[in-house]
């Protein structure tokens, strides 16, 4: 897929335009969640700088750098810098190297990922701040542990600090746009959206590995899902790295919830008090933002923090430990047979669904087959196909694609439960007007 004309960015590069144009030294950090596009803004910006004919050097730090002292910057050591000299003198000779005369602008240094530098590098981009030598635009990872030299940039005010927020909507339209052309369904749009969450990151993993498998076809009424959507091994690699900080407790936890989403909070809780759950996993989880908590009418429940964490988890859970979450789930009565006196939780689009239907419907759209949903719930492949049908009536519609895009509006409107043998209003695809994604909270 080729490179996306950068989009939804305007204010953000004309604020950094404005800090870098000013010609004084000091700085500009980019602070913003994974795949919100970080590294192409401070790309952008310092390509604006170099067009304007400032004098720019980029550094990166890795993980591989960050090993090294001074390994992320090597590009802003002096060529004549002893080696195996002390750091200090080393700080010294770069300031010296780098600094321009005082009728020129100062030198733009670009440094992306500065939450993974190694103490030295952070405190040579702070030592050449500080003494007022570079402009610095630094692109960080929010809520990353970040060196403190890293920290001071902004805490003491040598810097200021820029949020990069998901991307709005209208941006994320023009994205898909790009990729795809104008005709999208808007089935698949509002999918996407949701699960996106204005991440352009999560959007190029998605395209790119679901058109690889042929599950986004091109239809006559514009591009949709084949069936259902499919989520790639690279968008899933990307989501697993992001949850791979999590410990064992919390990434259960996170399971459970993504297994029975909306998960009424009560019944989180019991299982925490019960002892499938570690308590302060849970904790841990929730204060991650890894898990989060909303309501559903009048009802606390439980959701994967982000879209994508629950679909990623739901298609690709191993069979074992989905049947273990499902027996917790069981024992809390979520998973009990409905009594006429039950209310049905949850509904799927004002739909009366049963629980077990439901929870099938959430499992076909997450990508499983009728199958492997069979397996992972110790039931014939033929009662998954007997709900499914049942689910398909009482909404009207005949494809999982039209379940994916009924789902999806649950989930986005967080549609109240109706009593259980109470006649809803079924809208079917035309009920209700689907919502947007909400922004921000990636
Ligand atoms: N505003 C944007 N317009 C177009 N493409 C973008 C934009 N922001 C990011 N991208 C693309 O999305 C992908 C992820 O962005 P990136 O900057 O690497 O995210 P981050 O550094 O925050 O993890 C890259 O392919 C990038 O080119
Ligand atoms: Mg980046």
Redesign the pocket.
Known sequence: MP???????AAELAQLDAAIGAGGTGGMVLA??????????LREALHRAKQSGRDVVQVAATRCTAAIPFGAVSGLLSPGAPAGGPPWELLRLAAEHLARPAAQPPLVVGA?DVHLLDRESAALLHHLVLHGVVFLVA?V?AGEPAPDAVVALWKDGLAGRLT?HP?PAA?MDD?LVQALGPAVQDGARQHIHWVTRGS??L??ELLAGALEEGALVRQDSGWGWKDQPYYGPTLVEVVNGWLAALGDGSRTALEVVACAEPLPAELLNQLADGGALDPAAVETAERRGVISSGYSGSRQVMRPGHPIYGEVIRATLPRGKAQRIASWLAGTGAGAPRSAATPVLPAVDGLPLTRREHEIALLATSGLTSKAIAASLNLSVRTVNNHLARTYAKAGISSRAELAAIMTRTALTGSPAPAAGLPAPSGGLTGRPPGLPAEGAA
């Open positions: 490179a996306w004309r950068i989009t939804g960015r913003g969640t994974a795949g919100t596009g970080k590294t192409r803004l992306d692109a990872r990069v991307l941006a994205l352009p990151l959007l190029r």
